[in-house]
Structure formats: C-alpha cells, structure tokens
C-alpha cells in the first residue's frame, strides 16, 4: 500500500511483510502498552523497551460511527460532502492489550463480539493507517450479538 504513514513509529512492516503495531513493555513489571510509552503507566518505571505486538486477536467490542466527528476532527472526509460510516472497535491481542482501531466492516450484520480479528494497513487520506478486519476463515458472528452502542 502507497502512502506515508499516518504517525511515525505505530506501524512496522515486519520480515512477512506484514504489519505490526509497534507498543512497549515495561522491564520491570511486565505491563505492555500502545501506542509504547517512555514510562510505565502502572509502576511508573523508566525501564520500558519496545514490542511488536501480535497481529490478530478478538474483537472485544465495536460500534459504527454514523455521522461525521465533530471538529477538531481533520480526517480525509472532514472537507467533502459525503461521509461513509465506519466501524471503529477494541481488538484485544491475547496477553498483551486492548487496542482501540478503525474496522474494516461497518455493517452490523457481519460485526460480532469475540470473533476473530488481524491487523491490516489501510488508505486514510493520502497516508495510510492501521485497522483491523475480520479473519477470512473465522467463524461467522453469532446473530444474538449486538454492538456495543
């Protein structure tokens, strides 16, 4: 995919060439966080070094962003007249955190707490950002599930 990142650092190509999300861990007690930080979050250490984190994980829950953000929102949709909605969640990647990302989906229908999820770079604008989209082979979402709205 062309474009600049989005934000340097969040996004690394990784040997596959896929995309990881680069987050931090703390060396003194193990806390993982991203986007990575210089100090940990919960025992304030400075011994924080850099992690990959893993590309797939579950989706922990998720809504659909009908309606343009209010400012100071400057996204590529900001100056035109159509809007599209978007699926926008909280991916938690086992062992390590909960990630709030853009969702490749926004139809409810196809939407589901608990089903699998992998990372993906997709165009925002003339950058390109991080989302995550259903895994292809996962299970389909159960109907009695609903958004978190």
Known sequence: MAGPPIAAGVVVTGPAGEPRLVGSQCRDCGVITFPGQASCPACTSLSV????????GTLWTWTVQGFR??????????GDGDFEPY???????????????????????????????????????????????????????????????
């Open 49 to 56: 070094g850099e992690r990959l984190l893993g590309r797939t």
């Open 69 to 78: 953000p209010k400012p100071p929102y400057a996204g590529p949709e900001a």
């Open 87 to 149: 699926g926008v969640g909280y991916v938690e990647l086992p062992g390590e955190v909960r990630v709030e990302a853009r969702l490749t989906v926004a139809d409810p229908a196809r939407l589901a707490i608990g089903m699998p999820m992998e990372l993906v770079l997709v165009p925002f604008g003339e950058t390109v950002t991080f989302a995550f989209a259903p895994v292809a082979d996962g299970p389909p979402p159960p109907a009695a599930h609903g958004a978190a709205r």
